[in-house]
Structures are given as structure tokens and as C-alpha cells.
């Protein structure tokens, strides 16, 4: 059974990681001449492919007219494009052309592979542990964002 010293451990090195993680996202969004809140749209598209303005501001938190600066920013630099739904032109589709391989993808590879060596080192219960972890931690950030969300003023 866990220790109350083990938890509170375990907390703060969660932590140092959501930290050095943002840390590392605001380093390359500077190295690319990008704000971190166009590298999360990048991010996000990455993750979803395509999304509307809508969901971007909403995600994001931030208005439909910011979206549409960073948007055109991002354009201009040929990371993303905007179409048209072919069923109503009324919607707008914002969607990824390419990441900014040439930076993301050292610092990106150079992590999987160092988590790789990590997690190789392991056998399947600690796998399983850390797995199981890792999911409803994700589940438990997801409920507060949305529980979050639902507390914005509209």
C-alpha cells in the first residue's frame, strides 16, 4: 500500500514533468518564431487532423477573432490551410499541411528513444503499473478541463 510521503512524491514529480514539458513546448515554439498558443494549434491538428475555428477557440480558450490572427499567421508560414466544408460552405475546416518536422522531430525522437531504452528495461507488471497510471491520470486531467470549462463565463 502507498505511503502518504510515496503520493505526495509521486505528485510533485508529476509535477517537475508538466513543468519541463511546458518549458521544452515554450522553448520550441521560440526556436520556430511561433506563440505557444500557434504551436498548440499545431499540436491539436496533429492530434485531430482537421478541426473549425470554433473548436480551436474553444480548446484554446480565447475568441473566434484570435483564432482567425493565428490562423493566417500559421498559413502564411504554409503549416496549416483553411477550406470549405464541401457540404456547407458556411463551415470553415482548418487543417494541418505539415509540422515543423526539421525541430520537432530531434526533439521528439531523441525523447522516444530515451523513453524507449526506459521502458524496455522493464517487465509487464511494472509495464501494466505504469500504463494503468498514465490512462487515469489522462482521464483525471480530461474531467478537470472540462470541468473547467463548464465554469468559463460564456
Known sequence: MSTPSTIYSLITLQQQLNTMTALLQ???????????KEMRILSLLFE?????????????????????????????REYI??????????????????????????????????LSEILSAMNADELQAIYKYVSQQKQALDDAYENHRKQLPK
Open 26 to 36: 515554450n522553448q520550441v515554439a521560440h526556436e520556430l518564431g511561433l506563440s505557444i
Open 48 to 76: 485531430h487532423t482537421t478541426l473549425t475555428p470554433k473548436a480551436l477557440a474553444n480548446y484554446l480558450g480565447v475568441t473566434p477573432g484570435a483564432i482567425t490572427t493565428m490562423c493566417d499567421r500559421l498559413i502564411n
Open 81 to 114: 490551410s483553411r477550406t470549405f466544408d464541401t457540404r456547407d460552405r458556411r463551415k470553415v475546416i482548418i487543417s494541418i499541411d505539415r509540422f515543423p518536422d526539421d525541430i520537432i522531430e530531434g526533439v521528439a525522437s531523441q525523447y522516444a528513444v530515451r
